[in-house]
Nanobody
């Protein structure tokens, strides 16, 4: 069992920054991945960013490329999403996920992640 806890959401003006963190209760086994997804009211849940154990690879949605950075902190059980130059369209509930995507292409598939946090609200004002 893996339990994920997110923190760091809040209200910021456009152009501001937030730093989200996701901490797992224990280190996932094998060649796992951790990812962030977001969902705005009335919208589908969408991929934001992911980190994969194999190759220490990082992956980003086109909409956040160059603005968001996913990384590991000092603990192997924690992943960070640094969000810079935030836009109102970034407003959503951000959820952390952990799983074992079967291949590089599947790191963006929400169905590949078995464990999810409860989400943290990010609101970007105009």
């Amino acid at each position: 069992q893996v339990q994920l806890v997110e923190s760091g959401g809040g209200l910021v003006p456009a152009g501001g920054s937030l730093r989200l963190s996701c901490t797992a209760s224990g280190r996932p086994y094998g060649e796992y991945a951790m990812a962030w997804f977001r969902q705005a009211p009335g919208e589908d849940r969408r991929f934001v960013a992911a980190w994969r154990w194999r190759g220490d690879g990082t992956f980003y949605a086109d909409s956040v490329q160059g603005r968001f950075t996913i990384s590991r902190d000092n603990s192997d059980n924690t992943v960070i999403l640094q969000m810079n130059n935030l836009k109102p369209d970034d407003t959503a509930v951000y959820s952390c996920a952990a799983g074992w995507p079967a291949g590089v292409a599947r790191v963006k598939w929400s169905s590949e992640y078995m464990y999810w946090g409860q989400g943290t609200q990010v609101t970007v004002s105009s």
